[in-house]
């Protein structure tokens, strides 16, 4: 074994002291006959354990950027969104993932999704495409709030008609307290793609989880993708309501002691609904199955 065979296992050892030794630190220490059999023979099960680990995390990254390119699409199906001015971004380990800039949804695919570090070169981004012109507020919500996973940006008209006339939505609806207050704040303008812009934004989201942005759009922020795009969805709604009963001439606003009473409802409210426990999925199956039976046997009745 020479020079660069023994530099090879003494660096496979120090991996295998090492609290997260890379897959290929770990190969070249079980390849390494140096090393007692004992000790190769764990680095090349730590191996195959590291490679899964590996592979299941880059299928999560690419499930998440398939579900990043559905929600856009979605988004512009529902008429939540028109054309590429809405733009989605979720968290991954230490990245953010976003859409590209300037891409129809029809055409993006996962690989064109752009991945930009949370910490390290502020702004540096991997990619075929660069990120969204609006990665700045994208990226400082995701740093600068742990409770967010995922941020939503739309244009969509009821938000962006009240943005237009620089008017918050007060509690006008019980719905408001999803939001984690008694109102929707309107960023003030700045022009769209600015550290400026940003500030503003990240002001008005403060102990909020959505916001209108003065003369542009609006941003929904959740704990996940689903959870932001179900906000970004309540927002337009709430915001289409307050607009239509300021047409009528009147809006009464819910006090803050009805804003805090129906917050107490919303840890457990939406999304956990549409996600049936197995146990009743098993009780449902069964119930199609004997349906089905049910129905076999009174054909050959
Ligand atoms: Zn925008």
Known sequence: MGEAGLDTGVAGLSA???????????????????????????????????????????????QLREAIIAKCRWMNASGLNQGTSGNISVRYEDRMLIT???????????????????????????????????????????????????????HSTYATVLAIA????????????????????????????TAELSELALAALEGRNGCLLANHGMIAVGANLDKAMWLAVEL????????????????????????????????????????????????AAKAVAGRQIEKKRSKTR
């Open 16 to 62: 295998v002291r090492a609290q997260v030794p890379s897959a290929n630190e770990l190969r070249a220490a079980a390849d390494c006959v140096e090393l007692p059999r004992h000790l190769r023979l764990w680095c090349h099960s730590a191996r195959r354990a590291e490679d899964e680990r590996h592979f299941d995390m880059t299928r999560e990254e690419q």
């Open 100 to 154: 590209p800039s300037a891409t129809p949804y029809e055409a993006m695919k996962p690989e064109m999704i752009a991945s930009m570090p949370l910490e390290g070169e502020y702004g540096s981004w991997d990619g075929p495409l660069p990120p969204s012109t609006e990665w700045r507020f994208h990226l400082d919500i995701v740093r600068g709030r742990p409770d967010v996973g995922s941020v939503v940006h739309t």
């Open 166 to 193: 620089r008017k918050p939505i007060p509690a006008c609806h019980y719905m408001m307290a999803a939001f984690g207050g008694n109102d929707v704040r309107c960023a003030g303008y700045a022009l769209y793609g």
């Open 236 to 283: 337009e709604t709430i915001a289409r309501q307050y607009y239509l009963s300021l047409a009528l001439g009147s809006a009464h606003i819910l006090n803050d002691r009805e804003i805090a009473e129906a917050a107490k409802g919303f840890s457990t409210y939406g999304l956990q609904a549409s996600r049936p426990k197995p146990a009743k999925m098993r009780a």
